[in-house]
Nanobody, 118 residues
Framework: VQLQASGGGLVQAGGSLRLSCATS????????IGWFRQPPGKERELVAA????????YYADFVKGRFTISRDNAKNTVYLQMNSLKPEDTAVYYC????????????WGQGTLVTVSS
């Protein structure tokens, strides 16, 4: 699966952004599409994930109630709606694909930078 993340930018605290992850290729074989982020000087962390049907979603505790993951299979795109953004949400955000039968995310898109100013 090829993945292309977009939608990052500069936003003030309390604002919103929507990230998009356009997918192509063997999307039928992917089990989950996940959004990860890597804050400056920190490890990469899983933010949210969604399965192929959209019926199963995961959220990290630090984004529950603020971020929403969704997908439009007709457009082969996964979205991450981010509301009530905080300065600590500043990070490079990546989308990645996990395949059926695998526990790891094997294919990654390039990152998109989200900067939240206080």
């Amino acid at each position: 699966v090829q993945l292309q993340a977009s939608g990052g930018g500069l936003v003030q605290a309390g604002g919103s952004l929507r990230l998009s992850c356009a997918t192509s290729g063997r999307t039928w074989n992917s089990r989950y599409i996940g959004w990860f982020r890597q804050p400056p000087g920190k490890e990469r962390e899983l933010v949210a994930a969604i399965n192929n049907s959209g019926g199963s979603k995961y959220y990290a505790d630090f984004v529950k109630g603020r971020f929403t993951i969704s997908r439009d299979n007709a457009k082969n795109t996964v979205y991450l709606q981010m509301n009530s953004l905080k300065p600590e949400d500043t990070a490079v955000y990546y989308c990645a694909a996990q395949y059926i039968g695998r526990n790891a995310y094997d294919d990654w898109g390039q990152g998109t930078l989200v900067t939240v100013s206080s």
